[in-house]
Every structure is written in structure tokens, then in C-alpha cells.
């Protein structure tokens, strides 16, 4: 495993252990964003941000509208809570049981004044084992866990910069907790049929309020070849979508879904360019067949060189 690469490598089966830990304690703390925050379409308030140290949660408020929010700090491995008061709580990430890390969470909440009722149990897994009664010993590799959030920093700014192309409505690039994928879509503001999309313990309220426009989404998660994969798909997907070539990746008939390897992007010449013409592929291709209003929709993303003056613009460009 190389972690000093711009696009460090880190094949899935060498940190399995460490990755289903990490999972359960990013639901954990994403059920507290859920009851911390007014739902916003798509459960777009329940995701975490890339930081500069890991990932944090939006801006919570607890009921008696103390103000909090939280970080899983993968640099100095431990999970952060503060409070508007000052104060801060925070629990080691290492080896532990998933319930120790429940318990530990939910008593630095209380600690900080801001002690709050979840649903206690993982959704989008085989098993929904409530978080309190799974005290198997777990595994926790740190060095893992940073060479897969360097990944992430390397994939939010493409897809950020390709999010930053489309003027329609388009969600933030950001972590779902429930599969662990960081993730960007755009939406043509057309409405979508109800989805029959069936995760294992997840309600089907859950996916119909996640699928309830027509949408393009890309992705990436820790899976689907040696060292994860980039995904795209469109919903509901128009009739030819999944036939033909792309430049680079290919429909995947198992996922029902365009994949592109991770290691396919890494060890490119070019792997931002690499990447982005996968997203711009598979987007267009939805676009065109499902007549979505690109004129209208679609922009430049360097569009901001238009409005500095020269100087600015060799500074920018040298930055």
C-alpha cells in the first residue's frame, strides 16, 4: 500500500476489517445528523464534507437550540465533537467494538449538553446488528483510513470542478453514510418515477426520497474492483443508455452500472482528465437520450478567467 502518491493506491482487501469499523461509526454519528437537522431534499443534510483533517457533519442543532457539529479527524485518529459553548468532546478512533464507540459517542453528547435520541442500528448492511449489542472487537488500521481520505481529496476536486460545469440543480459533492460512497449528481428539474431500488434493512421511504427526480449520478466507493471504483448512472435511464463504448471504464452488467477502476484513473498519464471524461461521457449520454435542456443547463467551469483582469489570470493560473 503507497500513501505518498498523489493518488494513493490501497487495494479493498487490505483494509476490509478497518473499513466495515470505520462504516458503522460513520452511520453512528450520521444518525445524529439525522435527528440534528431539517431534512433537505435528497438527504442531502445527512452527508459528510470532505475537511482538511477528515470528515465533518453540517452544522447541527440540538432541540434545545444549542448549536454542534462533528469531524472523524483521520490525522491525529479521533472524532471530534464541538459545541457552541467552546467546549469539545472527543473519542479515539482504534481498535474497539462498535458498541464501545456507540457508547462512547453518546456520552460525550451528554457531556456536552446536546444528548440526543437515534435509530440505533445500521441501514444499507447484511446485517443490522443494533450498535449497543455489537461488542465484537473491530479492527482499525489509520493509515488506511488516511490513504483513503487522500483519495477522496483527489476525487472531490474533480468532481467538484464537474459539478461546477452545470448551472441546473446539482448536489454538493459529499459522503452518504448508508454506502459509504462520496458522490455528485445533477437533475435535469424533471420529476422521476417511484424508485423500487431496495438496499438491505432501509426503508423504502429512504430510496423515494432519494430518487425522486430524474438525476445522473457519479461516484466513487470501495469496491467493485481491486482498489475501488468510480460508478455513473441515470435515473430513470433512458432507453440505450447502457449500450456502447466509453473512452474509458464500461457498463457493468453485476451493478447495473458504468464502473471505471480506480486503478485505471491512478495509474493514467493524465488522472484528473482521465476521470472527468468518464463523468462528461456518462452524463451526455443521458442528457442527449433523455432530451434534457443542456443549452440551458450546462456552463463553463473556467468561466470565472472571463472576469479577472490579465494579471489576476496568470496568478490564478499559476495557483
Excluded at 464534507?49 to 453540517?58: E, K, M, N, P, V
Excluded at 472527543?90 to 435509530?119: E, N, R
Excluded at 481529496?153 to 459533492?173: D, H, L, N, T
Excluded at 472527468?276 to 449520454?285: K, Q, S, V
Aim: proline share 6%; glycine share 6%.
Amino acid at each position: 500500500m503507497a500513501t505518498d502518491t498523489a493518488w494513493p493506491q490501497l487495494r479493498v482487501d487490505d483494509w476490509t476489517g478497518t473499513r466495515e469499523s470505520l462504516h458503522q461509526w460513520l452511520q453512528i454519528v450520521g444518525k445524529i445528523e439525522l435527528v440534528s437537522t431539517t431534512l433537505i431534499n435528497h438527504w442531502w443534510n445527512v452527508t459528510y464534507d470532505i475537511s482538511a483533517r477528515g470528515l465533518r457533519t453540517q452544522i447541527l442543532m440540538h432541540q434545545s437550540n444549542r448549536t454542534f457539529d462533528a469531524e472523524f479527524d483521520f490525522i491525529d485518529s479521533r472524532f471530534v465533537l464541538r459545541a457552541d459553548t467552546g467546549d469539545i468532546e472527543t473519542v479515539d478512533l482504534k481498535p474497539q467494538s462498535i458498541a464501545d464507540f456507540y457508547h462512547a459517542v453518546m456520552g460525550a453528547l451528554l457531556k456536552l449538553g446536546v444528548g440526543c435520541t437515534v435509530w440505533a442500528w445500521p441501514n444499507e448492511l447484511p446485517q443490522a446488528t443494533p450498535f449497543a449489542e455489537d461488542t465484537t472487537p473491530r479492527e482499525y488500521d489509520p493509515d488506511a483510513v488516511r490513504a483513503w481520505w487522500r483519495q477522496l481529496q483527489r476525487i472531490e476536486k474533480v468532481f467538484a470542478y464537474w459539478r461546477a460545469g452545470f448551472a441546473g440543480k446539482a448536489s454538493p459533492v459529499q459522503l452518504f453514510w448508508g454506502s459509504m460512497d462520496l458522490s455528485c449528481t445533477r437533475y435535469s428539474g424533471r420529476p422521476a418515477p417511484a424508485s423500487t431500488s431496495a438496499p438491505p434493512n432501509c426503508p423504502p421511504w429512504v430510496m423515494a426520497e432519494a430518487e425522486d427526480r430524474e438525476n445522473v449520478a457519479v461516484g466513487f466507493w470501495s469496491g467493485g474492483s481491486d482498489e475501488g471504483s468510480f460508478y455513473a448512472y441515470a435515473y430513470p435511464a433512458p432507453d440505450g443508455y447502457y449500450e456502447g463504448t466509453l473512452s474509458a471504464g464500461g457498463f457493468d452488467k453485476s451493478f447495473g452500472e458504468y464502473i471505471l477502476p480506480y486503478s485505471e484513473v491512478r495509474t493514467s498519464d493524465d488522472p484528473e482528465g482521465t476521470l472527468l471524461t468518464f463523468l462528461d461521457e456518462t452524463y451526455a449520454r443521458a442528457a442527449d437520450l433523455a432530451d434534457w435542456d443542456r443549452k440551458n443547463l450546462e456552463v463553463n467551469q473556467d468561466r470565472l478567467l472571463h472576469y479577472l483582469p490579465p494579471n489576476d489570470i496568470e496568478e490564478h493560473r499559476r495557483s
